[in-house]
């Protein structure tokens, strides 16, 4: 009766005490360390080796270790029965609303376009923008991307969103759909990617679409590098249309040493860092749906698997 975890990327030890400190009954391992593939009942994963999951005959459910489960979604072969979960926990939220203010204000004073001047002992000013004379516009409006649009909108910023679906009535205006896609773009002058990345928002971020954003417009994508065509957004750097963009995800992760964006004077790179999970933080939901899962109860932050998160 195992949890195992399936994550070359993780340091396992962690979220093997985390887990185990929280439930001392149930047995927890790293999925190399299994010898009966029969006893292995829920997987936690995170880029789990592709195609392994049908190998463990009595496997109920496969959790997340975050927030985003494109890399479980992208896996096309996990059977029907098994339920997909993820995590949903206020601190990454928070973490990302936190994230997203240092970039936007990052933006607004300046701050790389000064260290660049640093570089060459060069004082230089320039005028900056304020908080009052920039719209945020937050593509995802689900549990976190309302959850930035609150927080930003309590720090001032005026907020709108956009999501596949109406959603729940918020304090912000919210747009979705297709149909009312270029009508919120327009609006933006600061975006910020907090999508799920599924079939349908895969490249979403691309030539056509950034057109769309006033000329000067800065972006940021907290999303997965999977929803930004990177020639799309070098060109729209390049030719002066956005003013900038900090990317905290890529298509490719490590992002390649060759890549272009490293080193762009318009682009800020932080690798994967917007928001971490801290396993001692989501270890009690974990163990509730391990106990859900072996009890065929409803599982807490189920995934839609038609909808893809
Ligand atoms: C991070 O990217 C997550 O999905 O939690």
């Not at 895969?202 to 929803?227: C, D, M, Q, S, Y």
Request: hydrophobic letters at 40%.
């Amino acid at each position: 009766m195992s949890l195992v975890i399936f994550s070359k990327v993780h340091k396992i030890k962690p979220w093997i005490d985390a887990l185990k400190k929280e439930a001392p009954d149930i047995e927890v391992m790293a999925y190399d360390k299994v010898e009966d593939n029969s006893k292995v009942l829920f997987a936690l994963a995170w880029n789990h080796p592709r195609g392994i999951f049908k190998d463990y005959p009595n496997l109920k459910c496969v959790s997340s270790m975050g927030a985003g489960v494109d890399h479980i979604m992208f896996d096309p072969d996990i059977p029907e029965q098994v339920r997909i979960a993820r995590i949903v926990d206020p601190l990454l939220s928070q973490d990302l609303a936190e994230f997203a203010l240092s970039q936007i204000m990052n933006h607004l004073r300046g701050i790389t376009h000064y260290k660049l001047l640093q570089q060459d002992s060069t004082w230089k000013k320039s005028m900056y923008l304020r908080i009052s004379e920039v719209n945020v516009g937050i593509m995802g409006t689900g549990m976190i991307g309302n959850h930035v649009a609150t927080f930003l909108s309590s720090c001032g910023f005026s907020v709108a969103g956009w999501g596949k679906n109406p959603g729940k009535p918020a304090d912000y205006p919210r747009y979705h759909g297709t149909d009312q896609l270029d009508d919120f773009l327009q609006k933006t002058s600061i975006l910020i990617c907090l999508l799920p990345l599924t079939p349908d928002t895969k490249g979403i971020l691309n030539k056509e679409t950034l057109e769309k954003l006033p000329r000067g417009a800065f972006v940021i994508n907290l999303g997965r590098g999977g929803h930004v065509v990177d020639d799309d957004l070098m060109e729209a750097l390049n030719n002066g249309h956005l003013s900038g963009a900090s990317l905290d995800v890529f298509e490719q992760e490590p992002l390649p040493a060759d890549h272009p964006f490293w080193k762009h004077p318009k682009i800020q790179i932080t690798p994967h860092v917007a928001s971490l999970t801290t396993a001692a933080s989501v270890a009690p939901q974990i163990i509730e749906n391990y106990r859900r899962a072996i009890g065929n109860q409803p599982l807490l932050n189920l995934v839609n698997r038609e909808q893809g998160y």
